[in-house]
DNA sequence: GTCAGTGCAAACGGTTTGCATGTTT
DNA sequence: AAACATGCAAACCGTTTGCACTGAC
């Protein structure tokens, strides 16, 4: 899994990966690399379009699969709403609050021992990224259900 | 949250909470005393129209949700395709497997640790059912990726 | 008789796809 | 110039909703 935080090395991967450098794909990336929380494809749209109105939301979708697919971006479901995308930067997991949707970042390692005892025991080899937990952040759990 | 395998103990606790019995609540809840396995909503409704092919999808869907709010009924989301319901038994934990789609279920208490690190470390309460987790079942991680 | 529950059809959010056009290589 | 990437619009899947009607209480 690639370790990516800066536009230059993204391009290199598509360089190395014979993928053409065209400009909505430098303005999805510009975006993912300056992002600072974990963008739906729709957030992410947007953005591209404050910069580059012509670029159309299937694009975005199609970009963001292509990264995906070069381990290049991470998505993850939350149980709610749309997938999230981000950089495959240092790898972390991911829980969701169903009160207030935010998804929030957590080590990964707290998988350590549940990957461990699935694949044990059930030959189960868990992907820590392709959804996040769910369940209640301190604020919501103090507000109420 | 409730422990129900029996159709009478799901209909017992709707009359308690002054939900009206009809046919096609008995045919949902029928269809999920016998399934084997986590149905969709689409299976349900397949399943329910085989006895009742006047019951519409919008009506499975609202009668599941009913059941749901009541914890008479769990659902969960795999981060691929539609969430999977079935009845509120003993508690488990869902995983899925990005290759094959399988859902199935694993003690719960492979969580213990970690719900524990998520609350004293974030503030963070865990769901255990709200989600499945996602990776390769013993059988598609042997085929290949 | 009242109101919750239902069927239908239409709308919805998120995402994917077919196709003609434009752009990178 | 060939191949690939794009924009658009339409389709798609899973799910929710408005509304008039039916049937449980």
Redesign the interface.
Known sequence: MGTVQRSDEVLEALRAHAKRITAPKRAVIEVLVHAHDHLTADEVTKQVQALRPDVSPSTVYRILEELDDLDLVVHS???HGAAVYHLAGASHSH?T??GCHTTFE?PSE??D??AR??LA???????RH?????????HC?GSHS
């Open positions: 479901h939350t149980g829980v609050c169903e957590v707290i998988y021992r549940l005892e699935l025991t059930q030959g189960f080899e868990l992907n392709h959804v996040a937990l769910s369940g209640l952040c301190e759990r």
